[in-house]
């Protein structure tokens, strides 16, 4: 699936370089391709430390899942989705038992966790937030502002074609989204 992202993404960068290279020249080509290569840094990142903190709940949570935390009772698991009852009788005991105990594991902290003010300590909240902590994320980012100083500092930086250039992630996002759901 990353790779076909990866596709998409470089697909979009490249039309985008070749548009500014077109109406702007070989100025405009540098910056939109700078701002593309560090967002992309930093959303390659921000993907595989999300990916590592979920894989790491999933396996903490002995293959239950946390539930949704519902505090205003929008969602009601008493009253199936008809959809939920057709694949229900095709699911195995083992994946009932699953959804019978889900409600035992959750990542977020546990109420033995809180004090008797149902605060959370600072050392919990540590735990939970180290989690998300990731070197490379921190270097992708690190690198985006390089990126962005080095072509201040040679008198290189144009705002517009930077701007035009980090458009290319969320533009390939929503790009791979429809055609994923084509596919489906």
Not at 20 to 25: A, C, E, R, T
Not at 30 to 55: C, D, E, H, P, Y
Not at 153 to 167: K, N
Request: overall charge negative.
């Amino acid at each position: 699936m990353i790779a076909r992202f990866v596709a998409v993404y470089a697909a979009i960068a490249v039309i985008i370089a070749a548009a500014l290279g077109f109406f702007g020249g070989f100025l405009w080509i540098i910056n939109a391709i700078s701002a593309t290569i560090g967002s992309f840094l930093v959303a390659i990142t921000s993907f595989a430390a999300q990916r590592k903190i979920v894989l790491e709940a999933v396996k903490n949570s002995d293959g239950v899942l946390d539930t949704i935390d519902d505090k205003e009772e929008l969602y009601q698991e008493d009253e199936p989705i008809a959809a939920d009852l057709k694949t229900d009788q095709a699911r195995s005991p083992e994946a009932k038992a699953c959804d019978e105990n889900r409600n035992q594991a959750t990542d977020a902290p546990r109420e033995s966790e809180q004090d008797a003010d149902g605060k959370i300590p600072p050392k919990i909240k540590a735990k939970y937030a180290l989690r998300s902590f990731s070197p490379t994320r921190l270097i992708a980012y690190g690198a985006f502002v390089l990126i962005f100083f080095a072509l201040y500092s040679i008198d290189a930086f144009a705002p517009a074609p930077f701007l035009i250039g980090l458009s290319a992630l969320p533009i390939s996002a929503l790009a791979f989204a429809i055609i994923s759901k084509e596919k489906q």
